[in-house]
């Protein structure tokens, strides 16, 4: 009996010893060296500040592919299905519905039925594939690829040749105006994201982009009103030059949105510290104050969008500039432009002089910031 007791007590100890060894020896597999990309790792009393490029390798090893051939995984994003495909050393993951949420994309997850990529590895460091977004056969189709190294990684995305009224598709459950809205145009590009400084860099190009069927032609006779009262569209010519110049440089160049801002803003850093950079053009803005309100929301911007581009052809660029000024808001309960001079300056819009104008213009970016 002693003797059974001490086998039993041995092969514990030895278990305990095993166990010790295999998590120090996973430890320093994991632990990330100075300065390389780390994320911390927590099992009850273990952590280990992790390096990426070690997971990285782990989770995509064949191996590990291969256990995961066939089973469905729980994500934050969905559940994702994965399998061998019918290429050699590549497999396909399906997530459908899958949800993103980034502070990049606004408050609002976004919601897609269906998103599927293929991976294949290319040696330690480098993996490829293709992804397909939405369900046939309106399917947008790219291609992805990715770098991994000490300090971070690098992903490149490239959408080929692609109608926008397919990439709108993606959104069609919460997007009402596509019910009614005719799309043209098509779209392509390139993006790099570096991780994870959650760098991107984005070289979209739009071509024929035109929008029909949303009814902003009401606008036309429309009179505009603030707090319940009709607005003047007399502005003289001083502030809507001051507010061309600081809300909308490119007015009178662009059909209602500035893709180079629009650039400029989704390649803008979110780790930087500064306010988001904006983009939208004073179509966008009114169709804002319009049709769709201010909801910070990736949604929102699309609709806007779909609204401005409409403006921009039904309206005219007169109109839509007399209208926005009517409309705008400037700060302390002020809506519209000749309001806002009476507020501030005390006088009438259009006897504003250049300085004056400009005082006035500058406080649209944000104007209770502005005022503070």
Known sequence: MKRVIKFILGALLGLLVFAAVLLWAATQ?????????????????????????????????????RLLE???????????????????????????????????????????????????RGGQSDMQGEFALGDAPRMVRGRWSAHLDAKGAELKFNLPDTPIADAYALFASAIPELSRARIDGRIHGD?????????????????????????TEALLDAVPTCN???????????LPRAVIAAEDQRFYEHTGYDLAEMTAAWSASPLQGDAPRGASTLSQQLAKLVYTGDSRSHLRKLRELLYA?????????????????AMAPWGEGQ????????H????????LTPT???????????????LA
Do not use: M
């Not at 009393?45 to 989770?59: C, F, G, K």
């Not at 061998?84 to 949800?99: E, F, H, I, K, L």
């Not at 860099?201 to 949303?214: N, Q, R, S």
């Not at 809506?335 to 009476?342: L, P, W």
């Open 335 to 342: 809506c519209g432009a000749q309001a806002a001079s009476r």
């Open 191 to 215: 993006a790099r994201l570096r991780l994870p400084a959650r760098e991107w860099t984005i070289h979209p190009h739009v071509d024929g982009f035109a929008v029909a069927g949303l009814g």
């Open 70 to 120: 066939n089973r469905s995984v729980r994500t934050p994003y969905g559940v994702l299905q994965w399998r061998a495909d019918a290429q050699p050393n590549t497999w396909r993951a399906v997530c459908a519905p899958c949800s993103v949420r980034s502070a990049e994309l606004g408050h609002d997850a976004v919601q897609l039925t269906r998103v599927e990529f293929s991976v294949r």
């Open 29 to 65: 597999l994991l632990r990330a060296a100075p300065g390389e990309w780390s994320q911390p790792l927590r099992i009850g009393a273990w952590h280990v500040d992790a390096s990426v490029t070690t997971l990285w390798r782990i989770a995509t090893h064949p191996v590990t592919l």
């Open 356 to 370: 004056e104008a400009a005082w006035l213009a500058s406080l649209l970016h944000n104007p209770d910031r502005e």
């Open 228 to 238: 319940g009262k009709a607005s003047t569209l007399k502005f003289g010519s001083w």
């Open 309 to 325: 581009v409409e403006l921009d052809r039904t309206l005219g660029k007169g109109r839509v500039l007399n209208l926005y000024l």
């Open 344 to 351: 501030y300056l005390h006088k009438r819009v259009d006897a």
